[in-house]
């Protein structure tokens, strides 16, 4: 079973930038798996940033970005705030209807 | 405005039987999958199950297949997640989400059903 990877943590400084990354366990990211960013804090509900690799979501300050890094998707975040701390989580689209959930990463900001 | 709403929070024993509801508006129910998400205590998120709404039909994850069946009644705009026999491991937070269509992603999520499975 392929498993979606994501850095367990990570930590950047206020006004920084940082790039999470997602890849597979076996094989390479590609637009083909249309890649998706989620972001999620302590008691809320997910929030979508972005999807089919670099599409931003509604509302979604563009400081936050897509892309595709060598084998795998990435989300960077160019001058990082106090509020983006928060857990990020990519979704990979494996085809038949199927999506799959990296583990996620613990962005602190500090 | 699309607003999915789910079902309250619950409290069951090891065994019982539960479901669990989403309700959609604000958009055209029957031409959309919704999908349930479940996020365990100190866990990430996964990716259990979806439904297309138009016929009924549904896929599931792995990890999910036979452990809960995935329905909708599309009279009322509702989806649900039901569980025939609950574990002390079902303890978790569910949500349910629209899929955006062509573009294999979610956009938008329901608030969250906290399911507790003590004896």
């Known amino acids: 079973q392929t498993v979606v990877t994501q850095e367990p943590s990570f930590s950047v400084s206020p006004g920084g930038t940082v790039t999470l990354t997602c890849g597979l366990s076996s094989g390479s990211v590609s637009i083909s798996y249309y890649p998706s960013w989620y972001q999620q804090t302590p008691g809320q509900a997910p929030r979508t940033l972005i999807f089919s690799t670099n599409t931003r979501s509604s509302g979604v300050p563009d400081r936050f970005s897509g892309s595709i890094l060598g084998n795998k998707a990435a989300l960077t975040i160019t001058g990082a705030q106090a509020d983006d701390e928060s857990d990020y989580y990519c979704m990979l689209y494996m085809g038949s209807g199927i999506s799959v959930f990296g583990g996620g990463t613990k962005l602190t900001v500090l | 405005e699309v607003q999915l709403v789910q079902s309250g929070a619950e409290v069951k024993k090891p065994g019982e039987s539960l479901k669990i509801s989403c309700k959609g508006s604000g958009y055209s129910f029957i031409n959309y999958w919704i999908a349930w998400v479940r996020r365990m205590p100190g866990k990430g998120l996964e990716w259990m199950g979806i439904i297309y709404v138009g016929d009924s039909g549904t896929r599931y994850g792995p990890s999910f297949q036979g452990q809960v069946t995935i329905s909708v009644d599309k009279s009322i705009s509702t989806a649900y997640l039901h569980w025939s026999s609950l574990k002390a491991s079902d303890s978790a937070m569910y949500y349910c989400?629209?899929?955006?269509?062509?573009?294999?992603?979610?956009?938008?999520w329901g608030q969250g059903t906290q399911v507790t499975v003590s004896s």
């Open positions: 989400a629209r899929w955006g269509g062509g573009n294999y992603y979610f956009d938008y």
